[in-house]
């Protein structure tokens, strides 16, 4: 009687020791999977920083871009401002008559 109880006790313990040892390889699974979700996202994230820096670069280059583009713009103006005023006041363009008309459309520029 006493021998039967102990077998029944200790196929329990052996059941929960058989449990224990399932949940225990489930936990380092689970651990193994989390730890290359962990790697993926830390790749991931080296990435999209190596991303944000590149496009804050381009950023720079854009702004750069479009400062010279204002001046670009500027210096055309003026330059056909200049090219006008001179088209207009040359000696030869002095009996032109609708003269008055290009030097508002040279002030316009």
Do not use: W, Y
């Given at each position: 009687m006493e021998r039967d109880a102990l077998n029944t006790e200790l196929?329990?313990?052996?059941?929960?020791?058989?449990?224990?040892?399932?949940?225990?390889?489930?936990?380092?699974?689970?651990?193994?999977?989390?730890?290359?979700?962990?790697?993926?996202?830390?790749?991931?994230?080296?990435?999209?920083?190596?991303?944000l820096?590149?496009?804050w670069s381009m950023e720079e280059v854009v702004v750069k871009l479009e400062s010279i583009a204002g001046r670009l713009e500027r210096n055309c103006k003026s330059r056909a401002h200049a090219q006008l005023y001179a088209l207009?006041?040359?000696?030869r363009c002095r009996n032109w008559r609708p003269v008055e008309p290009a030097f508002a459309l040279a002030r316009g520029l």
């Open positions: 196929e329990e313990s052996q059941t929960m020791v058989d449990a224990l040892k399932r949940d225990k390889k489930h936990l380092r699974d689970e651990i193994g999977r989390k730890d290359e979700q962990l790697a993926l996202s830390s790749s991931n994230t080296a990435q999209l920083e190596e991303k820096e590149r496009a207009v006041t040359t000696p």
